[in-house]
């Protein structure tokens, strides 16, 4: 599977997150990246990962950065235990900033 090429800068900053210099692994990195966004879009609605002006999105990046970071360290068992204030914080921007696109319609 051909990783998007809108997702590169992503992947290299949750490379360079897990401290990652070589490239034996970037298809794994690559995989926990699109399961993370998976899983937390699911759990929060759409959203775009690469907005750096939306608060939703950088809460949003930050919240994918941990879920590859336990994913790296075969913890992701303990990953929504451990964060799920942060996604209900995301949930909440996230609608908020909906409502606030569709109010300005």
Same mark, same amino acid.
């Given at each position: 599977m051909a990783f998007p090429e809108e997702y590169k800068g992503l992947f290299e900053l949750i490379?360079?997150?897990?401290?990652?210099?070589?490239?034996?692994?970037?298809e794994e990195i690559q995989e926990s990246i699109l399961e993370g966004m998976a899983e937390i879009s699911e759990r929060?609605?759409?959203?775009?990962?690469?907005?750096?002006t939306k608060t939703s999105s950088i809460k949003a990046r930050k919240l994918l950065?941990?879920?590859?970071?336990?994913?790296?360290?075969n913890s992701l068992n303990?990953?929504?235990?451990? #964060? #799920?204030?942060?996604?209900?914080?995301?949930?909440?921007?996230?609608?908020?900033?909906?409502?606030?696109?569709?109010?300005?319609?």
């Open positions: 490379k360079k997150k897990l401290r990652v210099t070589f490239s034996q692994f970037d929060v609605g759409k959203i775009d990962f690469t907005d750096e950065k941990l879920y590859c970071q336990y994913d790296w360290n303990f990953f929504w235990e451990d #964060h #799920h204030k942060d996604v209900l914080s995301l949930q909440i921007c996230a609608a908020k900033e909906r409502r606030e696109a569709n109010e300005s319609k």
